[in-house]
């Protein structure tokens, strides 16, 4: 053992017979996931177009001081798997990674997804940045074999589509 090693051994607190008893005592948790019906919607919702996404969000969306970011999953028949509240930003922008919407996409077994966000200030008109973000995420769903349908801001009663703009 080299002195480095001896030093550091050292310097370690003694393990306590306490300690060593609460390490022996931790059992293997298990997490499940559990899908259950959202009580507000008592029949699938199914996404057709992008005013059936501003239907679903633009309560919630529009009531929000920050950006969000949202991302409705799909199965095969675009009924909404899941509805997730990816990110949480500032008054003008909101920090999205691919891994972070793409994660929850593959544990609801989706078929392709919907990714939305809200402007605060009411303008839907898409930044530089939500482009780059757009594109991101469907190039990284091509990867996947997850399909980006469209990406839809909110604000002020009004959307914008991606899809609808040629931007997709």
Same mark, same amino acid.
């Given at each position: 053992?080299?002195?480095?090693?001896?030093?550091?051994?050292?310097?370690?607190?003694?393990?306590?017979?306490?300690?060593?008893?609460?390490?022996?005592?931790?059992?293997?948790?298990?997490?499940?996931?559990?899908?259950?019906?959202?009580?507000?919607? =008592?029949?699938?919702?199914?996404?057709?177009?992008?005013?059936?996404?501003?239907?679903?969000?633009?309560?919630?969306?529009?009531?929000?001081?920050?950006?969000?970011?949202?991302?409705?999953?799909?199965?095969?028949?675009?009924?909404?798997?899941?509805?997730?509240?990816?990110?949480?930003?500032?008054?003008?922008? =909101?920090?999205?990674?691919?891994?972070?919407?793409?994660?929850?996409?593959?544990?609801?077994?989706?078929?392709?997804?919907?990714?939305?966000?809200?402007?605060?200030?009411?303008?839907?008109?898409? =930044?530089?940045?939500?482009?780059?973000?757009?594109?991101?995420?469907?190039?990284?769903?091509?990867?996947?074999?997850?399909?980006?349908?469209?990406?839809?801001?909110?604000?002020?009663?009004?959307?914008?589509?991606?899809?609808?703009?040629?931007?997709?």
């Amino acid at each position: 053992m080299s002195a480095t090693t001896k030093y550091a051994l050292d310097l370690r607190p003694p393990a306590s017979a306490d300690a060593k008893q609460v390490h022996e005592k931790v059992l293997p948790t298990w997490v499940r996931l559990v899908r259950e019906i959202d009580p507000a919607h =008592s029949e699938p919702v199914h996404i057709r177009n992008p005013q059936d996404v501003h239907r679903l969000l633009h309560v919630r969306a529009t009531q929000e001081l920050s950006e969000v970011f949202y991302l409705i999953t799909l199965n095969a028949q675009a009924a909404v798997v899941g509805l997730h509240e990816v990110t949480r930003g500032t008054l003008t922008s =909101s920090l999205v990674h691919a891994r972070e919407v793409f994660i929850r996409a593959i544990a609801d077994c989706a078929a392709g997804i919907i990714v939305a966000h809200n402007h605060p200030s009411g303008d839907t008109t898409p =930044s530089q940045d939500d482009r780059a973000v757009t594109r991101h995420l469907v190039e990284a769903g091509k990867l996947l074999d997850l399909p980006v349908y469209d990406h839809i801001i909110i604000g002020n009663g009004r959307y914008f589509s991606f899809a609808e703009g040629g931007l997709l």
